[in-house]
């Protein structure tokens, strides 16, 4: 299985509802990554996890609060959001984090909408 | 620090035709250079990657890319160009962000394919 699943496929919140992110790895990688794209512009970097700890967070609002239950499991918990948060919300995994030939393999992405 | 550079926001080939993809990177050490490819609403999928040897690289779906140091290139490159080609192309450096490799990508080069 060399997937990255993510759920749900679409996401339509108000600003001031709750809503979370899934994503889920059975490649047994044990680094995990948060990414949001615009339309028409590269991945920008959010969260990483490795092994199950966040070791970076690229200064991202504290209304984004990402989650790591376990090493198959990330989750992304969105509280507050604006309208200027719509975009791709992508997921990758990687078999670690801190090794040169880090190859990604990502997830389909959740479009999300804020009204 | 790192960085990528796509000089080419669109481009446009017929069915059939060659392409070539072009892209230059800035990194002070050995390079380990990806290239993406991303149809629209879906994730990123990893075409081919240079990490040492032989500087022609072969990837999925016919592509193809040549590190050249010299002029600090990572072309992509196809004979043949198919419909199902047209997507989004990014091309990515690794590069040490907090204790992890990260991919810097370029800003990515839109390909439209004639029939």
């Known amino acids: 299985d060399t997937e990255v699943t993510q759920t749900p496929k679409h996401l339509v919140m108000g600003m001031t509802n709750k809503k979370s992110l899934k994503c889920e790895q059975h490649m047994g990688h044990r680094a995990m990554y948060w990414y949001k794209q615009k339309a028409k512009k590269p991945p920008e970097l959010m969260f990483v996890?490795?092994?199950?700890?966040?070791?970076i967070n690229e200064s991202v609002p504290s209304r984004f609060s990402p989650e790591c239950p376990n090493s198959s499991l990330l989750n992304l918990h969105l509280h507050a959001l604006q309208p200027e948060d719509s975009a791709l919300y992508l997921c990758?995994?990687?078999?670690?984090?801190?090794?040169?030939?880090?190859?990604?393999?990502f997830g389909p992405g959740t479009r999300l909408t804020v009204l | 620090a790192q960085s990528v550079t796509q000089p080419d926001i669109h481009i446009t080939v017929s069915e059939g035709a060659s392409l070539e993809l072009r892209c230059n990177y800035s990194?002070?050490?050995?390079?380990?250079l990806f290239w993406y490819v991303q149809s629209p609403g879906q994730g990123l999928q990893l075409l081919l990657k240079?990490?040492?040897?032989?500087?022609l690289v072969q990837g999925i779906k016919g592509f193809e890319a040549e590190f050249k140091r010299s002029q600090s290139s990572f072309n992509l490159r196809k004979p043949s160009v198919h419909w199902s080609d047209a997507a989004e192309y990014f091309c990515a450096v690794g590069g040490v962000t907090g204790g992890s490799y990260i991919p810097t990508f370029g800003r990515g080069t839109s390909l439209i394919v004639h029939p």
């Open positions: 240079y990490f040492s040897g032989d500087t």
């Open positions: 996890y490795s092994y199950e700890k966040l070791s």
């Open positions: 990758a995994s990687s078999q670690e984090s801190g090794k040169a030939y880090n190859e990604q393999f």
């Open positions: 990194y002070g050490a050995t390079p380990y």
